[in-house]
């Protein structure tokens, strides 16, 4: 079973990143929580062991707890709370907090394969959970492209040089590390990314085509879409 890291910020006001064109902190903050909770909720159901990376004291502001804030939302939400595991960030940059999470779990504590995963990748499904782990079994490295050259998820059997790995575009920049060093590399069907206003479009026209098709949704995502009218 391949432990998926998600390196979050605290769902408080201050953190969360800004999505909605035009609207209040209050409604970023409200969006952020279903979308992170949606993510949580896949890699659970996928089967996957959920890590949850919290942000240092030292990067938040003060009298913001980063663990605690993050538990009291994922003990609300999620079906299985007290399997997650929560584990500080340490480094200086994404690259680096992503590399020392995942080789101290891939070296250290000898993990088979481990991965990462953004919380703002709200349409990860169990599927791509599944088939990233079948892919491991070939390939050494397995990555979820999303628009703009950047990554959903990236999941390893082996260790890479992470130092400034994720740099835009990091689906080029992980891929080139990764056969640098010659692993071999598969990829998932890219999916987007809901963590800017420029993503917004295409996550809706998404949504709303798998809603008309009856497909699978990100049921909190969506339901914080609807009750907030956002509609571009």
Known sequence: MTTIAVLAEPPVEECVPTVLPDREQSEQLTLYRAMLADVCDAIQHGEGNLLVNYRQKSAVPDGVDSKQSLKTLLNEELTEPDEVRYERQ????????????????????????????????????????GTAAMQLRTSEVVLGPAPGGRLTFAAFREPIDFTDAFAPPAVETVTERATGEGLDVSFLAMTPLLAEPEDLPTA????????????????????????????R
């Open 204 to 231: 809706l026209s998404l949504l709303r085509a798998r809603r008309q098709a009856g497909r699978l949704v990100p049921q909190r995502t969506a339901a914080v879409i609807e009750d907030l009218d956002i509609s």
């Open 90 to 129: 340490v480094g200086e940059t994404y690259s680096g907090r992503v590399g020392n999470t995942l080789t101290h779990l891939l070296e250290t504590e000898e993990k088979p394969t481990v991965a990462v995963a953004k919380p703002t990748a709200v349409f990860l499904r169990r599927e791509h959970i």
